[in-house]
């Protein structure tokens, strides 16, 4: 038999991490007796969303089943989906229904000349995403905040493996790390749900889910996001906590690219050490040697 569609069989993980998640009284139902799943049953969910158990079941196995869009809605209304896991479980369920192109390009991702000179005139740490989380380029304020990516063998450029690092994060001693664990992680699946065989994917997954417990739990929940905000604690050496409002802006391109910058709230406390750490960056010696977490 062949094996499963890629994107059924990142279906089917999908289905189940979230059928996984709720429980019988969350949907109106009751417990009952002894229970062997923590969550729903696949009856259940079946149930609840008009489907047979045997059709449903094939679904989370990531056999030949082509669900249609009204089953898709049934599906996400069952299972309580919020916007953006809606659109995931859409994006994987009508890749799924389409043959797998023979040859798919997976080149290196291109930082425009246009934009490495945007980020030079920028007062602000900002640094560009590849869509698996590489660090392509980055601002001399970034490198201040950051660290010298220089420092570093580019394949090991990666915001996830960075942040997985516990020689760089100081044992994750950052009161966020978790949150941007998932974040980052979250942006991945979505990254995943666009290619599930991109060998870069692929590489990264491979690797932390040998290296870290941690990852593996996190990634095992098959959290999805599309995250274009968010809030970073970095800790400076000398400075103390700077809490900085992140932003992500597309480069042209579908996936593609991505330009994170940070910035403070204006007149805050956090805005006057990211000035003195500018101000460290531009008189030479101390910068932020340590990754924060």
């Not at 000349?113 to 660090?135: F, I, N, W, Y």
């Not at 050496?237 to 593609?256: E, F, K, M, Q």
């Not at 006057?272 to 030479?284: F, N, P, V």
Request: charged share 30%.
């Amino acid at each position: 038999m062949s094996s499963p569609h890629p994107y059924a069989r990142e279906l089917g993980a999908f289905l189940r991490a979230r059928r996984g998640r709720l429980r019988p009284r969350d949907v109106g139902l009751e417990p009952g007796g002894r229970r062997k799943v923590t969550g729903l049953r696949r009856e259940e969910l079946a149930l609840l969303a008009g489907l047979s158990t045997d059709y449903y079941q094939r679904m989370e196995q990531g056999r030949e089943v082509r669900p249609s869009d009204d089953v898709l809605d049934a599906l996400a209304g069952a299972l309580a989906l919020d916007d953006t896991e809606r659109r995931h479980l859409f994006t994987l369920a009508r890749a799924a229904r389409r043959p797998m192109p023979t040859r798919v390009d997976h080149g290196p991702e291109r930082v425009p000349d246009s934009t490495r000179r945007l980020l030079r005139v920028m007062d602000t740490p900002a640094v560009v995403l590849g869509r698996h989380l590489d660090l392509l380029d980055w601002n001399p304020m970034a490198q201040a905040l950051l660290g010298d990516p220089a420092d570093h063998p580019p394949g090991r450029l990666n915001m996830l493996l960075l942040l997985f690092d516990d020689a760089l994060t100081g044992g994750r001693s950052c009161p966020d790390w978790e949150r941007q664990a998932l974040e980052y992680i979250g942006m991945l699946r979505a990254a995943v749900a666009d290619d599930p065989t991109h060998p870069r994917a692929t590489a990264i997954v491979g690797e932390l889910s040998i290296r870290s417990a941690e990852f593996r739990r996190l990634w095992a929940r098959h959290d999805v996001r599309a995250s274009v905000s968010g809030t970073k604690t970095f800790r400076v050496p000398g400075l103390g906590d700077i809490v900085l409002d992140w932003d992500t802006y597309p480069l042209p391109g579908s996936p593609g690219p991505v330009v994170l910058v940070f910035t403070a709230e204006p007149g805050s406390p956090d805005a006057d050490r990211l000035r003195l750490l500018a101000s460290w960056r531009a008189t030479g010696p101390a910068s932020a040697d340590d990754h924060r977490a």
